[in-house]
């Protein structure tokens, strides 16, 4: 399948062969997928690039079920030190990059949608905010509610409280920080940062 035509099935929720999720799953993603969509329409964003938001919504978590073994040895040497959950990212990028997925600006959004990556595009910031806020989500319902409604006019805030949030639990829970999240945070907050090698 030619890229732009795999990129237009996952906007429409039909997900490569070798994506691995179960059904509950698959309704985050579509959830995800949902968000980016309104706010694509909302940005008054052209048509590919909203068919680009929604399949990335859809195959930011196509390997999220499969064995962390399994995915290790998809992901660059940089990335193989992560904890097996979060995998999933860099190697749906590089199985997306096989492919012939050549936008390595919706590739970082996938590889580091759960870590946060300097370099982020504006895709790439509102998947790590979608990914985050979709309404399917148990933790802080008010609160996530609060932030969904804030989106996309107020997005570089609200970006601010998703990575303040993702930063402060990991701190609680003792969980070490990479570089990329610390050089995000640095960028959402006015710094410029070096990109981590």
Request: without cysteine; proline residues 7%; neutral net charge.
């Amino acid at each position: 399948m030619q890229p732009a035509a795999l990129l237009e099935a996952a906007a429409e929720g039909r997900l490569p062969a070798w994506s691995h999720v179960g059904d509950d799953r698959f309704a985050h993603m579509q959830r995800v997928s949902v968000l980016l969509g309104a706010w694509a329409v909302a940005l008054d964003l052209p048509a590919a690039e909203r068919i680009r938001w929604q399949a990335a919504g859809y195959l930011h978590d196509a390997l999220r079920e499969a064995p962390p073994d399994e995915l290790r040895g998809l992901v660059p040497e940089s990335l193989k030190t992560l904890t097996g959950k979060l995998l999933h990212g860099p190697a749906a990028a590089a199985r997306l990059r096989a492919d012939g997925v050549e936008d390595e600006g919706f590739l970082r959004a996938i590889a580091y949608h759960t870590i946060g990556h300097p370099e982020f595009d504006e895709l790439g910031r509102s998947l790590f905010i979608a990914d985050y806020i979709e309404p399917g989500r148990r933790y802080d319902p008010a609160g996530l509610a609060t932030l969904r409604a804030r989106m996309p006019s107020a997005r570089n805030e609200v970006l601010r409280d998703v990575l303040r949030a993702r930063l402060a639990r990991m701190l609680r829970e003792g969980r070490p920080i990479r570089a990329e999240t610390v050089a995000f945070w640095n960028v959402v907050n006015g710094v410029p940062a070096r990109v981590p090698a």
